[in-house]
């Protein structure tokens, strides 16, 4: 194989490999969308903020530090001890939980029978104090994300860390893969396994469907709304735990992680809003399409460099393939057609 | 059948030449067939009825007349020509508007702009002449309004004028339609179950206003009903519809006493 | 009481359409005028204009713009950040290569190629709706964004990547570049706002406003009656663009002077606008003034109450801020979709029956 072909199969490799992790935060975006016609935009930021728990929770810091020295001029700012990671994940997963009531109980409860855009906007709103508040809980810097299930069994750090500099030769040939890619994909398999076994499978998962189906015909046998919409956000809230923890390894637990889901909307648009295949179709799709894009054109690689775009293609190259996609399948690629009625 | 001669009914109207003719339609969803080989003409001055149960395709027949759904077979002539295929907003061009079974108005803006919006076809002033309201489009929006303004008074809602329409109750929303519709001037009149949801006195008025319109304005109306005392107290002739077929067609007297009605309509709803 | 509409009758239908129908709105309209106009030109220095004047006008504006598109037409756009941008460069180059043009004509040029760009982008929004939509204009964003940065031939091949406004006068007077004076930038923006504003009021109140609110309200009715969802969205985004155009080369040749465009037009501009009239009011445009008046003064008042008065860092601040501004989204959308608009109209009722409470 000349070099060539193999760094381009690279760049194809690693893009199927960021196209998992964008897949993963689709799914969350799905999931609330199938249940309550919720478009959320906050589900990055939901990634985020559970990311930043996690590690806040592990490293003992303390809540709102800043804002209690700051107002009561003290200078408190850890705990001083550590928590075990699975023990900590737990504890993120309450708090994920009670997020979702919190957003259930103050946000949508008020906000049932609104046209789509309107709740639209208000999970904008909602991105933006969400963000705003998990700054102000665990402070702006950007941390590492060290995941740990026993001694010396952790989560591969991603390359852009430069801490753990482990790739996985593949055949031998110099084709190198991420080793948190690979363990990324494993868990996402996992996950949409987990997910669609307890979509098909449990007495809620079954509850939530028919939700997702008809709000007044799920009421009227007896299924309680308000327990399938908490449900479905704890659901999605653990989903973007998974893909905060999963990002935070890859490149530090920032603010940019928050960016993440404004790439998983072309994802959405891709493979329809309803569609759990869809979503990860569509996030391997813009992964691989983006990746190839910027190597291609965007660096001028292919073709004798015929088109040289000057890079940073990534930036914008989902959204337009999403939007020239739209205007010839306006429903996506696995959604259903839409009826128009008088 | 197109060249019809006019004619004066016993009350004194006239009724003119077919001024639309549906010739064999047939439209599908997918495998279902909505509408099978219909058709039927409305003439000028006239006031046509669909009647039919449930599901027998009338709201679809209508919608076909207003452009929404296109046929897979069959042709619409309208004033004597062949209707090539068009959008919507061009059969209202032509001067077809209609309402809606389900009340389709823009519920927030005033009923004064509803109303003005139906006069979409009399005023074409440009964008310039709009952003700075002087010139054609002053002129035109104060000749509009006084036509306007006479829609109004003859339906009897000017003291909700300039309250937002998602604030009215459903009677009165019903009427501001009729309204909106009236108001572009139509050559033929469409309306999607105008009493449906009424009580009698809604009823009462609405009936009044219909032949008012027909009587005074010389509108020509298609319209779908379910009330079948309405229906053969307002209509000159109906169209009566089945399984998206026609099983009759003719005057309210004949419609009555035909057999084929009387089986699959009128003898199970009036028994 | 203070309020009263009693008594003021109309003899004409060209009255009744006016965009003040009630006399003491009327007078009161015209006294703000006379004071920004004549009064407050004459009391400003150069940090008021900067922090608060300018900034608002030039919101406003934008606001306007965008409260069309979404406010009347239903459009929801993700882009205005890379609309603004799309004025700011169009006004560079056209300063940049005509110098002998009065500024004031490229200021409005700018804003007619911002709504050229602005149709092409919305030219999707005939097959996709909603928030489809928004993500789409997202596109839009952040193509835009990239292409002023990565291509030389926008920025005039600087080597910053920069561009920087050159000095241009109106009437002799200097009002872009370094030497200005405050009241002459405020003068020649609070122009731009009131022609924006009187032009926007004139639309939405005739027949293209009509057809606006039509397709936003219910879009099958609307093209049944008539509407030709083609034209009528197009025409949205056409002037919508205008007005952001316009307000985007202001940003960039009066307000900042030099721009980077990442940073000054990015995703979170487009989030500012939109929030901008969500709290104002969608669909009034006196609540884009509202909303860009409130998102304006927030910061300033908060970074005097929390830094200078409590101390409190500077950062801390700032997530402050984004969780108050998140908030009142949430809170505005649940209590009063209508905005600041709306209370102050529920004011106004309020006051006409003062001192009875019904």
């Known amino acids: 194989m000349s070099e060539q072909i193999v760094y381009a199969l690279e760049v194809f490799a690693n893009g199927l490999m960021s196209g998992v992790l964008y897949a993963l935060v689709a799914l969350g975006f799905v999931l609330i969308y199938k249940a309550s016609g919720i478009f959320n935009f906050a589900q990055g930021v939901m990634a985020l903020f559970a990311a930043m728990t996690l590690v806040g929770i592990q490293n003992g810091q303390v809540p709102f530090a800043h804002l209690i020295n700051a107002v009561l001029g003290t200078h408190i700012h850890h705990f001083g001890w550590h928590i075990h990671s699975v023990l900590a994940l737990i504890f993120t997963v309450g708090v994920m939980i009670l997020l979702a009531v919190a957003i259930q109980r103050f946000v949508f409860r008020h906000l049932v029978g609104q046209e789509p855009i309107i709740l639209f906007m208000a999970t904008i709103g909602l991105a933006y104090f969400l963000e705003g508040f998990s700054d102000l809980m665990w402070n702006s810097e950007i941390k590492t994300l060290k995941f740990c299930v026993a001694e010396g069994t952790c989560l591969p750090q991603g390359m852009n860390m430069a801490i753990d500099e482990a790739a996985y030769n593949a055949f031998g040939t110099g084709f190198f893969i991420d080793n948190l890619d690979i363990s990324a994909a494993i868990v996402a398999v996992m996950l949409v396994i987990a997910l669609v076994a307890f979509s098909q499978y449990t007495k809620q998962g079954r509850a939530m469907r028919a939700v997702a189906d008809d709000h007044q015909a799920a009421l009227s046998v007896g299924i309680s709304l308000n327990f399938i919409w908490i449900l479905v956000w704890s659901v999605a809230g653990f989903v973007a735990l998974v893909a905060g923890i999963m990002w935070g390894a890859k490149s530090g637990v920032q603010f940019s992680l928050s960016l993440i889901a404004l790439k998983a909307l072309p994802v959405l648009m891709l493979g329809g809003f309803t569609s759990i295949p869809g979503a990860i179709v569509g996030g391997l799709i813009i992964g691989v399409g983006e990746k190839m894009f910027e190597y291609c054109f965007g660096t001028g690689q292919c073709f004798g460099g015929i088109i040289n775009l000057g890079g940073a293609t990534e930036n914008w190259f989902a959204y337009v393939l999403a939007l020239v996609f739209l205007v010839f399948r306006p429903q996506g690629l696995f959604g259903e057609k839409i009826i128009e009625r008088v | ?271 | 009481m203070f309020y009263r509409e009693a008594g003021d009758f109309k003899t004409s239908y060209s009255k009744d359409n006016q965009t003040f129908p009630i006399k003491i709105d009327r007078v009161g309209y015209y006294l703000v005028l006379l004071v920004a106009f004549l009064v407050v030109p004459f009391m400003l220095n150069d940090y008021w204009v900067n922090a608060i004047f300018l900034p608002f006008l030039i919101y406003s504006i934008a606001a306007i713009g965008l409260n069309i598109l979404v406010g009347y037409c239903g459009q929801v756009s993700l882009g205005t950040g890379g609309f603004m941008a799309v004025g700011a460069y169009a006004c560079y180059k056209l300063m940049t290569t005509f110098p002998d043009i009065n500024i004031f004509f490229h200021v409005i040029i700018a804003g007619g190629i911002t709504g050229l760009v602005c149709v092409v982008f919305g030219l999707p929004s005939l097959r996709i709706k909603g928030f489809y939509l928004a993500v789409a204009t997202l596109a839009a964003q952040f193509f835009l964004v990239w292409l002023f940065n990565r291509v030389p031939w926008f920025y005039n091949y600087s080597a910053s990547g920069q561009i920087n406004a050159p000095e241009r006068t109106v009437f002799g007077i200097e009002v872009t570049g370094a030497n200005t004076e405050a009241w002459a930038t405020y003068l020649f923006c609070l122009v731009f706002v009131v022609a924006s504003a009187w032009i926007a009021r004139n639309l939405t109140r005739g027949m293209t406003g009509r057809k606006w609110m039509a397709i936003r309200d219910m879009d099958i009715a609307a093209e049944i009656i008539g509407v030709n969802p083609l034209k009528a969205k197009i025409s949205a985004f056409a002037v919508s663009g205008f007005f952001v155009g316009i307000s985007g080369a202001l940003f960039f040749a009066v307000y900042l002077g030099a721009v980077e465009v990442g940073e000054a037009f990015g995703i979170t501009k487009s989030f500012l606008v939109l929030f901008m009239i969500i709290i104002g009011g969608l669909g009034s445009i006196f609540g884009s003034f509202a909303g860009a008046a409130f998102l304006v003064l927030l910061p300033v008042v908060l970074k005097v109450v929390g830094v200078d008065m409590l101390g409190w860092p500077t950062d801390m601040v700032a997530h402050l801020q984004l969780v108050i501004v998140g908030g009142l989204i949430i809170l505005f959308l649940i209590l009063e979709p209508h905005g600041l608009a709306q209370l102050w109209r529920v004011t106004k009722q309020k006051l006409r029956l003062w001192p009875f409470p019904h």
């Open chain 2, 1 to 271: 059948m197109s060249t019809q001669e006019s004619y004066v009914t016993e009350d004194g109207r006239t009724i003119g030449p077919t001024v639309m003719e549906m010739k064999n339609i047939t439209l599908r969803f997918g495998g279902v067939k909505a509408i099978t080989d219909i058709s039927f003409d409305i003439r000028e001055g006239e006031i046509r009825a669909i009647i039919g149960p449930n599901g027998a395709g009338k709201s679809s027949m209508l919608n076909v007349i207003s452009g929404f759904y296109v046929p897979q077979e069959g042709e619409v002539w309208y004033k004597g020509k062949k209707r090539p295929p068009m959008k919507p907003y061009q059969v209202a061009e032509q001067g077809i508007a209609r309402t809606f079974q389900n009340i389709a108005l823009f519920e927030g803006m005033t009923v004064l702009d509803n109303v003005m919006t139906g006069r979409i076809r009399q005023m074409n002033a440009g964008l310039l002449s709009q952003a700075i309201w002087k010139g054609k489009a002053e002129k035109e929006e104060i000749a509009n309004r006084e036509a306007v303004e006479k829609i109004i008074d003859f339906l009897e809602i000017q003291a909700i004028r300039k309250t937002p329409v998602g604030r009215l109750p459903y009677g009165l929303k019903k009427r501001v339609e009729l309204a909106r519709a009236l108001a572009a001037e139509p050559s033929i009149l469409l309306l999607d179950e105008p009493m449906a949801g009424m009580n009698v006195e809604e009823k009462e008025d609405m009936s009044r206003f219909i032949l008012d319109m027909n009587d005074e304005f010389g509108t020509t109306i298609a319209l779908i009903e379910h009330d079948m005392g309405v229906v053969m107290d307002l209509s000159d002739r109906v169209v009566v519809m089945d399984y998206g077929k026609k099983i009759g067609d003719g005057t309210p007297d004949e419609v009555r006493s035909n057999q084929a009605v009387i089986d699959a309509y009128l003898g199970v709803a009036h028994d």
